[in-house]
């Protein structure tokens, strides 16, 4: 039976239709129970997952160059194929004491509504999907980690939220601390 | 497929470019015929005028974008009725104008993509407009001034777009029927500035990449020289093979016969069978290694001459590149650049604006010298030339009154002159206003304890124009609802100074001013001296080098528990870069002495800042010279203290680039230190000095040596420039000195300093030749061209220069 002969015959093209959309269905369906994809790294103690949506890539972290003044979660400047990318630690950011890179760690380019940093981490661990039982993770009452941790899965892996990058707190602007100078100057 | 609603999103860009040309137009006309009220070709531009309005109006419709089209309608009625000679144009009617059109670029910057845009607080406006035409004549001029002035700072924010025709302030010109060469208008393309912003960056890559490739080219010329030993060794060995080779056949025999008796040896060439008991070469052995050696030195040889061609490829290659790749930047770079008429344009209605509120009278005189600059630079300028205006308007310019009684023209005069230099825009404001009362200055400087009564006597102008860049500092008593408003002229300054450019003040009293800004055409390359700092490495944008200066110990003296060193007989502060730049760092630097008294050792410092705020920041090692690609820093640094930007090195790894107006913030605080000792005997100061160099590092340093110390200074490439450019200054104001170096293109220093005194006009002029040549017979050979002095280039030795130029000047 051809498949336009189906198609001119009204109740049989319904029966496909209704199909079609059944199966399309249960395709949302199915990720939803699986969760997204996510890329999992070890950092210091602790296991943590971005979704693979905003990791753009995974290499290692080589020759970083440090800047003085910045808060103890940059890392420093690297070259990534000649665009200048920011290397931090998350885990000033999570109240977790950093520890200073080492040679063989990795860096995971990280993009969120087109802002980019590098994410570092001592081994990428795997990608799989994720399990979607989400439970409220302890930093997240902590108020600071909480943009950043989505919740922590049943194999205590920290979901981090890429969505932190687009957070206002994150960014470094000295700017504020010369303008005080000029403020407080006497007239 | 495109939706409706990205089919409207399109049109509503098209229309934000087109209204922001619309409004511009609209007013530049109406400036102008509010200027010249008979204009010879009034009814022109009248008509012209109307047109604007018109056309704003059918954009604004086509976008839906209704608000701003009942406001460009009330407009056009208006203008309607001035052409028909039913109403006057006056300034009572221009303002609503003006007002409509701000209120259009308040609109449009917010409200545009929403269906319905808030009219509400333009019905004043609206009303007033359609009053003009139908209604009693306006009996409030001011009615929306807090409206209106709430919208001048927002008049240079549209969409950003480089325009490449400059449509608006042709508009004057064509009308005039000037610029005749316009008139084949040549082809144009609108452009997204993000795009040519990318094309940047991409071309920024690419340089990095060819630096990258010119090292590729070094290090296999490198390996190329790698055999050389061994073309050396070969020499030596090859008649010794050749001999043995030779040799052999009679040895031949003797080692057949004992090769034979030893069984194991037989069939094999095998050298370690071949080795006698006693240690003994065999024969075939000895013919083994020979055979090996002269395979070995073809193969060596073969290699030799393939690197040799490599090398040959690839300095091609990469000369090639580095020639494509830089001329692409340029042209790149120059997609960026616009014409610095766009930034003078919007100042006269600002300006226009400004004094109303002020009660005072002021024309602005608008010179752009046809000039040209990169997008960021004249970005960056834009709140300086706007905060300058308003400084002129309010502290410069008098009121009316006070003007006629001083034998002034009531109307005041700001001036704008821009023109280019080199690589460099300089700008120029000229007011003539009141001018800068030194007195008050002084005293002003007493009272906020920034030098004692004594060195306030002694300080010389400069030094007190100097501080009304400082901080916090006005000589107006009164802060007035324009300028003032706690922040002066150290925002200029500042900003300046972060694009590596100067700002500097003349003035005579009851005259005027004059602002003269030198900045830099485009702020993403630039030279840069790589510095060691620690165990870091730094780059300094080599604008920022005043000098460089060698430290030794017995230099260093403490005054008020800080490390000081006297230059030019004058206390400037030793700041140790690597103890500032380290984290925890406290804002007082911590007092520095030569550890261990023994040390003996000299120290590199670089000496940065103006006038009496200058440090010397002592660094381990200057590295070298370097051209850079200056790349912003990335997200989410937006600005991190001590660092303006990064720049990616040959080998591929970042390098920070240092903020010098940071630094000089951070060892001096926002004030000036506190100066004990005034120069006694200043050196002679406005002497001309003509600098003629091909290293574009040394001429700059030198430049900013001499300019240091009080000189002016003209730069000249090579010999042949100078020669061109000494004709110039012959005919326009003199020459004290030529600096010139030996080695250079076209025309060398020896040759040049013959051919300036063949000019009867230099027969007297005091020539300084710097070289790096140092034997009795280059000395000679200078002093025989007509060399007054001859100073040799010793690793940044800088005050024998000043001494032996102060002795012939």
């Not at chain 2, 410069?396 to 006070?402: C, L, N, S």
């Amino acid at each position: 039976m051809s498949l336009q002969h189906l198609y001119n015959d009204p109740a049989a093209r319904r029966v496909l239709e209704e199909r079609a959309q059944e199966l399309a269905r249960r395709e949302q369906q199915d990720t939803t129970i699986l969760g997204e994809e996510i890329v999992v790294f070890q950092l210091g103690q602790a296991r943590y997952a971005l979704p693979t949506s905003a990791v753009t890539e995974v290499h290692p972290l080589g020759h970083w160059t440090p800047l003085p003044a910045t808060p103890p979660w940059v890392i420093g400047l690297v070259n990534v194929r000649g665009h200048i990318l920011c290397a931090i630690d998350i885990r000033p950011l999570l109240d977790v004491p950093p520890s200073p890179p080492r040679p063989q760690s990795t860096l995971i380019r990280v993009n969120a509504n087109g802002l980019e940093v590098g994410i570092m981490a001592d081994t990428v661990v795997e990608v799989r999907y994720s399990t979607g039982d989400i439970t409220p993770a302890f930093s997240t009452a902590q108020g600071r980690g909480g943009a950043w941790v989505k919740g922590i899965d049943s194999q205590l892996t920290l979901m981090l939220d890429p969505a932190m990058l687009t957070d206002s707190g994150l960014i470094v602007d000295d700017s504020a601390a010369t303008s005080y100078l000029v403020e407080k100057e006497p007239c | 497929m495109l939706t409706d609603q990205d089919i409207m999103a399109q049109v509503q860009a098209v229309f934000c470019e087109e209204q922001a040309e619309h409004r511009r137009a609209a007013v530049e006309l109406l400036l102008e015929l509010e200027r010249v009220p008979d204009h010879p070709q009034r009814q022109q531009m009248l008509d012209h005028l109307f047109r604007e309005a018109h056309s704003l109006k059918g954009s604004a419709r086509a976008a839906q974008q209704m608000a701003i089209e009942q406001l460009a309608h009330r407009v056009e009625d208006v203008l309607s009725a001035v052409r028909a000679g039913r109403v006057a144009l006056s300034a009572d009617l221009c303002d609503p104008i003006y007002a409509a059109m701000d209120a259009i670029g308040v609109l449009v910057e917010r409200e545009l993509g929403q269906d319905a845009a808030n009219l509400a607080p333009y019905q004043a406006l609206l009303d007033h407009l359609m009053q003009i035409v139908e209604g009693p004549p306006p009996q409030l001029t001011a009615m929306y001034p807090s409206n209106h002035a709430a919208h001048v700072s927002m008049i240079p924010t549209e969409e950003p777009v480089a325009e490449v025709p400059v449509p608006a302030s042709n508009v004057l010109a064509e009308l005039n029927g000037a610029r005749p060469h316009m008139s084949p208008a040549p082809e144009t393309v609108r452009l997204s500035t993000t795009l040519l912003d990318r094309l940047l960056s991409e071309t920024g890559e690419l340089l990095t990449c060819s630096g990258r490739a010119y090292q590729r080219e070094r290090d296999t010329q490198a390996l190329a020289n790698v055999p050389a030993p061994w073309r050396r060794t070969w020499r030596q060995v090859s008649p010794v093979l050749a001999k043995l080779q030779t040799a052999m056949p009679v040895l031949d025999p003797t080692v057949h016969h004992m090769a034979r008796q030893s069984p194991s040896a037989r069939g094999t060439t095998s050298l370690h069978s071949s080795v006698m008991p006693d240690g003994v070469l065999s024969e075939r052995a000895v013919l083994t290694l020979v055979k090996a050696l002269t395979q070995a030195n073809t193969i060596i040889s073969d290699m030799e001459q393939r690197f040799v061609q490599l090398v040959r490829h690839t300095a091609e290659d990469s000369s090639r590149l580095a020639a494509v790749t830089d001329r692409l930047h340029d042209q790149v770079r120059r997609t960026r650049m616009l014409p610095v008429a766009t930034l003078f344009s919007p100042l006269r209605l600002q300006l226009r604006e400004l004094a109303r509120v002020a009660g005072k009278q002021a024309e602005l005189d608008l010179d752009d010298g046809e000039a040209e600059a990169d997008r960021q630079v004249l970005d960056q300028l834009r709140e300086v030339l706007l905060h300058l205006v308003r400084n002129a308007l309010d502290h410069g310019i008098e009121p009316p009154e006070t003007r006629s009684a001083a034998g002034k023209p009531a109307i005041g005069r700001i001036a704008l002159q821009a023109c280019v230099s080199g690589d460099h825009l300089v700008l120029m404001m000229t007011d003539d206003g009141a001018g800068i009362d030194l007195e008050r200055v002084r005293q002003r400087a007493v009272a906020s304890g920034l030098i004692d009564e004594a060195s306030a006597e002694r300080s010389t102008e400069a030094e007190l124009y100097d501080f009304v860049f400082l901080p916090g500092f006005s000589t107006k008593g009164a802060v007035s609802a324009l300028s003032g408003r706690g922040v002066g002229l150290d925002v200029v300054r500042t900003q300046i100074e972060r694009m590596h450019g100067r700002v500097t003040l003349q003035s005579i009293s009851g005259s005027g001013c004059v602002f003269t800004i030198t900045v830099p055409l485009s702020l993403t390359s630039t030279q840069g001296l790589l510095l060691e700092v620690g165990q870091s490495r730094y780059v300094l944008p080599i604008d920022a080098v005043q000098r460089i200066l060698t430290v030794a110990p017995r230099d260093v003296q403490m005054v008020e528990g800080r490390a000081v060193m006297m230059l030019d007989h004058r206390p400037v502060l030793l700041v140790p870069l690597a103890d500032l730049l380290a984290p925890g760092h406290q804002p007082m630097p911590a007092p520095l002495l030569p550890r261990g008294a023994a040390t003996t050792s000299q120290q590199l410092a670089l000496l940065i800042g103006n006038g009496d705020r200058q440090i010397a920041c002592m660094v381990g090692a200057v590295l070298g010279e370097q051209s850079l690609i200056v790349q912003r820093l990335p997200f989410p640094l937006q600005h991190v203290r001590f660092i303006a930007g990064a720049t990616i090195m040959a080998d591929g790894n970042v390098v920070p680039i240092l903020d010098s107006v940071d630094i000089l913030r951070a060892a001096l605080g926002s004030r000036s230190v506190g100066i004990t000792q005034v120069a006694a005997e200043a050196p002679a100061r406005h002497a001309t000095i003509l600098v003629a160099d091909d290293s574009i590092t040394t001429r700059t340093l030198e430049r900013n040596i001499l300019e240091s110390v009080g000189y002016r200074v003209r730069l000249a490439t090579n010999g042949e420039e100078a020669y061109t450019i000494l004709q110039e200054m012959l005919d326009d104001g003199g020459c004290d000195l030529l600096l010139s170096d030996v080695d250079m293109p076209h025309l060398n220093g020896f040759d040049l300093v013959r051919r300036v005194r063949e000019d009867a006009r230099c027969l007297h002029l005091p020539v300084v030749l710097v070289t790096s040549l140092d034997t009795a017979e280059d000395r000679e050979r200078g002093i025989a061209a007509g060399a007054d002095a001859y100073i040799v280039k010793r690793t940044f030795d800088q005050q024998t220069l000043l001494d032996t130029i102060a002795r012939l000047v």
